[in-house]
C-alpha cells in the first residue's frame, strides 16, 4: 500500500541555520509527491510538488528531490527565518489509489531568533 | 492557485446539538471533495470521501451516521457532525482537487473549522 513516514519532531533551529527534513514513501504505483505547511490555526498550505522522479520543486527557499532509487523526498532549506516556524507535512498522491493523499505525521519547526 | 473556502472557521456548540460545516470551491468546480480530522499536534485523518450527486464514501471506523457529509453541488460540500459530543471536539479540514488542471494536481485546503463541544 502507500504510506509516508516523515522524520520527528519537534525541530528546533536557529535563524540562518539550514533545515532537512527526511521524508520517505512507500507506494504501489507511481506517486506525486508534496509538502504543505501549516500555520497555527489555519489549513495547509502547498509548499512545493514534485510529479516524477528526479524532478525537483522548490518554493520560497525550500527544495526537494523527488529520488525513486531511494524513495525519498527530503524538505530542505539552506537558512531559515522565524517566519518558517510551522508544522511540515508530507504527502503522496497515486492515480492506483484514486488519487487519494497520504500524509506524513507533520513535523512541527520553530526557529529562534 | 485555486481558493477552498470553509465555513465557519470555529464553532462552539453544546453537547447534543448539531453542527454543519461548509467547504466551498471558489474558482473550480470539484466533484470530489475530502474531509479530515485533525487532533492536536497530529496528521490528518481522512474520515470521508464526498462525492457530487453521489453517497460518500467513508474511512474505516467512522460513523456516517455521525458525520453527515453532503456534497450537493460542485462548489459545495457539507459535513453536519451530530449530536456532538466533547470527544468530537477537533479541528476539521476540507480539501478539494481541480481535475481540470490534471491528475497530478495539487489539493487545496480549507482553513480549517474548530469545533469544541461543550
Known amino acids: 500500500g502507500n504510506s509516508v513516514t516523515q522524520m520527528e519532531g519537534p525541530v528546533t533551529l536557529s535563524e540562518e541555520a539550514f533545515l532537512t527534513i527526511n521524508c520517505t514513501y512507500t507506494?504501489?504505483?507511481?506517486?506525486?509527491l508534496f509538502w504543505y505547511v501549516q500555520y497555527p490555526g489555519e489549513g495547509l498550505q502547498l509548499l512545493l510538488k514534485a510529479t516524477k522522479a528526479d524532478d525537483k520543486g522548490s518554493n520560497k527557499g525550500f527544495e526537494a528531490t523527488y529520488r525513486k532509487e531511494t524513495t525519498s523526498f527530503h524538505l530542505e532549506k539552506g537558512s531559515v527565518q522565524v517566519s518558517d516556524s510551522a508544522v511540515y507535512f508530507c504527502a503522496l498522491s497515486a492515480q492506483d489509489t484514486g488519487n487519494q493523499f497520504y500524509f506524513g505525521t507533520g513535523t512541527s519547526l520553530t526557529v529562534i531568533p | 492557485g485555486a481558493v477552498v473556502s470553509q465555513h465557519p472557521s470555529w464553532v462552539i456548540c453544546k453537547s447534543g446539538t448539531s453542527v454543519k460545516i461548509e467547504c466551498r470551491s471558489l474558482?473550480?468546480?470539484?466533484?470530489?471533495m475530502f474531509w479530515y480530522r485533525q487532533f492536536p499536534k497530529q496528521s490528518l485523518m481522512l474520515m470521508a470521501t464526498?462525492?457530487?450527486?453521489?453517497?460518500?464514501?467513508?474511512e474505516q471506523g467512522v460513523e456516517k451516521d455521525k458525520f453527515l457529509i453532503n456534497h450537493a453541488s460542485l462548489t459545495l460540500s457539507t459535513l453536519t457532525v451530530t449530536s456532538a459530543h466533547p470527544e468530537d471536539s477537533s479541528f476539521y479540514i476540507c480539501?478539494?482537487?481541480?481535475?481540470?488542471?490534471?491528475?497530478?494536481?495539487?489539493?487545496?485546503f480549507g482553513q480549517g473549522t474548530r469545533l469544541t463541544v461543550v
Open positions: 507506494a504501489t504505483g507511481y506517486p506525486s
Open positions: 464526498s462525492n457530487e450527486g453521489s453517497k460518500a464514501t467513508y
Open positions: 480539501s478539494a482537487r481541480d481535475w481540470a488542471r490534471g491528475m497530478n494536481t495539487e489539493a487545496f
Open positions: 474558482d473550480f468546480q470539484a466533484t470530489t
